[in-house]
């Protein structure tokens, strides 16, 4: 696998902070008992990982 280019790490970094700032305002939405609110969750989680490894590498 190659090594991404500083353009291409700073876009992806961008493009996950902007998921990350929709998802917790779609979790903020979302009524307590619904189950979507569970996925928003995790779909947090995960943008929250691949931004602690852009910013680890960065």
Known sequence: MRELTELERE??????????????EAY?????????KAYLFR?????RLMLGILNKEG
Do not use: F, I, S, Y
């Open 11 to 24: 876009t992806l970094r961008k493009l996950a902070q902007k998921a990350l700032k929709e998802l917790e």
């Open 28 to 36: 903020r939405r979302v009524p307590g008992t619904d189950n979507g």
């Open 43 to 47: 779909g947090k989680e995960r943008v």
